[in-house]
């Protein structure tokens, strides 16, 4: 008999956005950032068309239990270019390499999918996600745009 692996890595549904929602609005006030459910997080509002029907991937990370405790979506921008949006990882659980387990995923889902380039939007204030993207590769960048709470953007060629 197989023994399940605990916390497992399966791709999200809309019926996990109110419970992602939760989760990335908790790491956002942790970090004094501000949530924005009608602009910058409205693509959590419904999963499976802001990432699935665009042609990306949308995965959660949970415990035995069913609850989220991590997250990432590829969120396709151009057609060679993801942007990596949503990775988040519940304060308890970091420190454990969940955070490694969550990018890499994330790296070679893009890969697989087709892209050539990972983007991404941080705030200075979360340095431990600056790290390691930093450890994997990224640079900085300047996107045409950014998202209100952001003031880092990296570029990743894949």
């Not at 008999?1 to 890595?9: A, D, G, Y």
């Not at 602009?39 to 959590?44: E, G, L, Q």
């Not at 997250?71 to 490694?100: I, N, S």
Request: glycine share 6%.
């Amino acid at each position: 008999m197989e023994k399940k692996i605990w916390p497992r890595l399966r791709p999200a549904n809309n019926k996990d956005c109110d419970n992602i929602a939760s989760l990335v609005y908790s790491i956002l006030r942790e970090y004094d950032l501000k949530p924005d459910p009608a602009c910058t997080d409205a693509d959590i509002k419904d999963i499976e068309s802001s990432y699935f029907g665009r042609g990306g991937k949308f995965f959660v990370l949970e415990t035995e239990d069913g609850s989220i405790i991590g997250a990432y979506g590829l969120y396709p921008v151009e057609e060679q270019t993801c942007e990596l949006r949503k990775m988040y990882l519940h304060k308890a659980h970091r420190g454990k390499g969940l955070g490694k387990f969550l990018l890499e995923d994330a790296l070679s889902n893009a890969r697989q999918l087709g892209f050539e380039r990972m983007i991404l939007e941080t705030a200075s204030v979360l340095k431990e996600a600056i790290v390691l993207y930093k450890s994997y590769g990224f640079i900085e960048y300047n996107p045409p745009h950014m998202s209100s709470r952001c003031d880092q953007a990296y570029l990743l060629e894949l």
